[in-house]
């Protein structure tokens, strides 16, 4: 009996190590009020065409679990220009500006 609860929890955690993730977030903001931006697309893998872009909250604040392999994510929102993020190894992505007419890069 023990060895096969051993066996199942070997089993059951094989994916956990083919399969690793790891976590990203950020908080996305407007280039001229620096207010965050709810409901901004954050999209993993733009090959994917039937892929669901998963959204910021009311302030502005994401957070996924991206695959290990995954080396940029692209944000968008109407009317801003979409920005392309190069995902190193950093959790946390800090303020990240979107930027329509009228605004400046910094």
């Known amino acids: 009996m023990i060895k096969n609860l051993n066996i199942l929890i070997f089993i059951l955690l094989i994916p956990t190590c083919l399969y690793q993730n790891r976590i990203v977030s950020g908080t996305v903001i407007d280039c001229k009020t620096n207010l965050p931006i709810p409901g901004a697309e954050i ?3 733009k ?3 039937n892929q669901k872009p998963k959204l910021t909250n009311f302030d502005g604040y994401f957070k996924l679990y991206i ?3 995954t080396k940029e994510i692209f ?3 109407p009317k801003y220009k979409e920005i ?3 995902v190193s190894d ?3 992505l800090g303020e990240i500006i979107l930027f329509k007419r009228g605004c400046k890069n910094r």
């Open 43 to 45: 999209i993993i893998n």
């Open 47 to 49: 090959s994917q065409s």
């Open 67 to 69: 695959p290990d392999d």
């Open 75 to 77: 944000i968008r929102y």
């Open 84 to 86: 392309k993020i190069t």
């Open 90 to 92: 950093s959790k946390n």
